[in-house]
T-cell receptor, first 110, second 114 residues
Framework: DAKTTQPPSMDCAEGRAANLPCNHS???????VYWYRQIHSQGPQYIIHGLKNNETNEMASLIITEDRKSSTLILPHATLRDTAVYYC???????????FGDGTTLTVKP | DTAVSQTPKYLVTQMGNDKSIKCEQNLGHDTMYWYKQDSKKFLKIMFSYNNKELIINETVPNRFSPKSPDKAHLNLHINSLELGDSAVYFC?????????????FGSGTRLTVV
């Protein structure tokens, strides 16, 4: 699985968009980008995934650059409940494991 | 209805004891996993089973033995518990044959060895 690099922490004002970057410069052509988050003391929660096109669901949007070497997770209107550690993972869709890095601790402030 | 459920939620035990953690998923997924999250919050995969067959066994002491009686259950038995085994253990499941499926995690079992 390709290695990912994320900033260790970010702050965001409540109601604003939170943009979380992820670098994955060694991503392979058949590897997807997945995002998860872990709210304190809970199990990680799947947010969104994509291969090369931008994706949107009820939780977030995922923007993947054309060369696929980086991506951005966007929470359009962050709330206090979005405070969590966000993990960016790249892996082959049918691979057996996801390798979690250190993630980004997002703190949403009032 | 909880998709991935683990029991117990908390487990406090003495060094040297043997304990088990149970996991069940009702999602119909073929693959289940055990992850360990230590005090530094790093999530590390331990095992993965696909349809009752072991497919991933990371560098884990052989005191840890997973058991999958059927594809909906993956239990973790730990022998001779050590202080360093204290961590939160997460069970997860996924459906790898379907491209893009994410993992569904349980709420974790906090193991404290004293």
């Amino acid at each position: 699985d390709a290695k990912t690099t994320q900033p260790p922490s970010m702050d965001c004002a409540e109601g604003r968009a939170a943009n979380l970057p992820c670098n994955h410069s060694t991503i392979s052509g058949n590897e997807y980008v997945y995002w998860y988050r872990q709210i304190h003391s809970q199990g990680p929660q799947y947010i969104i995934h994509g291969l090369k096109n931008n994706e949107t669901n009820e939780m977030a949007s995922l923007i993947i650059t054309e060369d696929r070497k980086s991506s951005t997770l966007i929470l359009p209107h962050a709330t206090l409940r979005d405070t969590a550690v966000y993990y960016c993972i790249v892996r082959v869709a049918n691979a057996g494991k996801s390798t979690f890095g250190d993630g980004t601790t997002l703190t949403v402030k009032p | 209805d909880t998709a991935v459920s683990q029991t117990p939620k908390y487990l406090v035990t003495q060094m040297g004891n043997d304990k088990s953690i149970k996991c069940e998923q009702n999602l119909g997924h073929d693959t289940m996993y055990w992850y360990k999250q230590d005090s530094k919050k790093f999530l590390k995969i331990m095992f993965s089973y696909n349809n009752k067959e072991l497919i991933i066994n990371e560098t884990v002491p052989n005191r840890f033995s997973p058991k999958s009686p059927d594809k909906a259950h993956l239990n973790l038995h730990i022998n001779s518990l050590e202080l360093g085994d204290s961590a939160v253990y997460f069970c997860a499941s996924s459906q790898p044959r379907t491209a893009g499926y994410g993992y569904t995690f349980g709420s974790g079992t906090r193991l404290t060895v004293v």
